[in-house]
């Protein structure tokens, strides 16, 4: 078994809309960060596990977002599989 | 009659619609723990309000993995009548037994106050009892009831009579201004409305009573 590292990055549809973003964006724009055009807020979901091979790992992790990280009517995913440490 | 109500840890409402059924229908209700995945010979099944398990990930999320849901799952996909309220509605939308999601309220604020609504379809039975174009006041307390859908999914409720309720002046940005819809074939419906509220005049008003007594007239010459 080796050991994996994954980031889940979830965020809302871009047609869903983000009134907590906005509000940030109003506060940026407030501090005189008037370049700041729009924020999105999302989450990002850090993820250990251990798996026979990347493959594998990918194919849990990406199961895993779709059927409850991610709801599908309202949010995106997207899977980085980044770290890979030591192998037992 | 004989009802059964869901109790997450997080809920709060369970009690209240426990009072509701009990105390003001008269009927026969029983608590039933997350945990259980059989269920008892039940009338019909209620997912109360609250914050199931914290609302963690999303408003939902992990009560639609509980074992009791595969155990309301199997109760819908027989005919059974199974009403969600506010997060009961959440789970019924993360659980897939209802079309759609529910996210932040677009002024970002928790609304807690009474809502004109008007029925928009009879499709479910537990609106058997008013007609399309009714009004009705309930008590609304949420923070993330925006109703979400896409564009083909929102026509196909329509062209299925699967919305149920509409609010009178969308209060939270609600796609359609949709508070309430219904599986296809009506025996499942959620709401963001608070009906167990509306049971008996000393908390405001009567309306609630309405979906519970459509409930009574369908379950009525089955039992």
Known sequence: MAHFHATVRVSLRPSVLDPAGEAVCAAAQRLGHGAIQAIRIGKAIEIQLDAPDATTARQQLESLSAQLLANPVMETWSLELHTRAEED | MHVGIAIFPGANCDRDVGWALGGSM?????????????????????????????????????????PLLRAVADFAAAGGPVLGICNGFQVLTEAGLLPGGLTRN?????????????????????LHQYAVGDSL????????????????GLRQLEDNGQVALRYLGNPNGSIDGIAGVSNRTGNVLGLMPHPERACDQATGGTDGQVLFQGLAKWVGPIT
């Not at chain 2, 006041?137 to 083909?152: K, N, W």
């Open chain 2, 26 to 66: 008269g009927w026969r209700v029983t608590f039933l723990w997350h945990q259980e995945a059989a269920l008892p010979k039940l009338d019909a099944l209620i997912l109360p309000g609250g914050f199931s398990y914290g609302d963690y990930l999303r408003c939902g999320a992990i009560a639609s993995s509980a």
């Open chain 2, 106 to 126: 677009q002024g970002l604020h928790f609304i807690c106050r009474d809502q004109p609504l008007q029925v928009a379809s009879q499709r479910s039975l537990w």
């Open chain 2, 137 to 152: 006041t309930l008590p609304i307390a949420h923070g993330e009831g925006c109703y979400q859908i896409d564009g083909p």
